[in-house]
């Protein structure tokens, strides 16, 4: 064990029923294992906290394992080498990986990726210019293909995901609409980012009518992040070969029941809609596509993004489990440490 | 108006709520239009029922027009000419058009199609070699994409539509198994055209159950005629990038309630599935396509198909209503009259 550094890391102690409370997890304080020939040990500077974690906190069957009991938990990390023992990194230099909810990693190096801090923040590889902005990309053009003029419907408009895919179906040049569930959220939708509409869901008085209004030539596209019954109202609005990109079903992921609702099918065969299911690793062959445009849009001041940040590897559990209350505007992250240089 | 010929027609009288019923319809005697210059007068020789024209029988958009109220209800017909004013046709042709249900129709020659009586009995225009074979043909090959070894289901499998899909599937090389109505469709589909498994899902005790020993390596591939609780069922054991053509949900065709059942996104998203709605005119363009490779399968034996034919221009509501009890093997035809030539 490495003398230097005192590790700390998260443990899933039970699988949650419903949603999940401090007791599903453990903290645990251990030494920091020693870097071997060919390793590096990483301090946690960001880490990331998202809703499809709570999929992996199941012991069931999904497009990613489960996470183990009695195991560290894993998620999106950016850290800074502390230590190399390959040539490939030296200390000092940032890196982003998939690595344990823990204060270091030690890990082959072939396993984390450098970054380039003077493209952006660091932080910004954990959402714009990471898995976060390639979800919106991919989803929303492969998927969605908005075309000029088309309606943009995108639900969980103010989270990570949400944000961008709107932003970009703006560049396409499609009328956007964005769901989300405080009207802070909603007045930044559309004054900060340009949405044509903001629709809070929470405060609605009747969704169905709100839907249509703000949609007034229909729906082409629907990002949905969210499912349930808000997902229950777009599905009346779907204009002829419409796209639902089904990128997450935020609202179903602590539910105990049945998850019951309108039966979909019948209004896909009217408008010969197609919805589809995606995770980004379908598209792990083009993510350097994806970050070049990203990163240009970035450059050329066209997406913002923004980060709700707690402070402290103590609250990553408070953290992610915000996710759930929707309390995050854009990215959920947890601010670990400093970097040393 | 002609004078060799007396006419009688199905008029829609009213909408109907729920399951139609013979007071939804009206019969009408009239005489037959005479043809004008570039016209002929098609007496009907079969006249095709088909599920989707529940659909047209509400006054709500959909990806075709409402039948008007008072007016003759239209559909596929097979033909002859009796009396042609245009050198496109001659008396005898058979021809094949959507015409409307009656007796004679005295139509412009170019909407309707010659048929080659030499390749097949002119009824089979209406089933394999007609909208029926074409359904099937781009439904499951465009959107279904069945690979070897992998599992096809078919819902309605012993409807017109979905024993050629089933017998398409294995002509690809999957495995396929066929969700029916009776012991007897079930025993057709296994012994008649090589389904690998058939469920009937009025008698079984546990439909779950039961998909899950007909389909040991779950489902790449569900061709939905059905909709409902079956499909619910189909949905829990879908692999990974499974596709599912939406051709008919029949089971929610006279449904007055909100059809409700398990909402199905996180299953698409889990197994990152693609589901699509579509009808025949979305390939509008590859027909002849489709017609050449089904006429081959059925010149060499590998497409069988079934007529459950009723008799008689006056029972073709009480052939149409039939259709919702399942009474059907195959495709459903009215036999209007013989041919004279």
Redesign the interface.
Known sequence: MNQQYQNRQVLLASRPTGMPTKKDFEFRDIPVAEAQEGQVIVRTLYLSVDPYMR?RMNDS???IPPYNLNEVIAGGIVGEIVESKTNLFQAGDKIIGMLGWQLYNTVDAKTVRKIDESMAPVSAYLSVLGLTGLTAYFGLLDIGQPKKGETVVVSGAAGAVGMLVGQIAKIKGARVVGIAGTDKKCDYLKNELGFDAAINYKTTKNLDQDLEQACPNGVDVYF?NV??AI?DAVMNLLN?HARIP????IS?YNSTD??????????????????????LS?YADRQSEGLQELGIWLSEGKLKYEETIVDGFDNVIVAFLQLFQGTNLGKMLVKVSDPAK
Chains 1, 2 share one sequence.
């Open positions: 999929g069957k999904s497009y949905d499912g349930g997902s002829d089904l990128c997450g079903a179903s049945d998850n019951m609702g309108p039966r979909i099918q019948s209004k896909l065969i009217k408008t010969r809609s197609l919805i589809k299911g995606f995770v379908d």
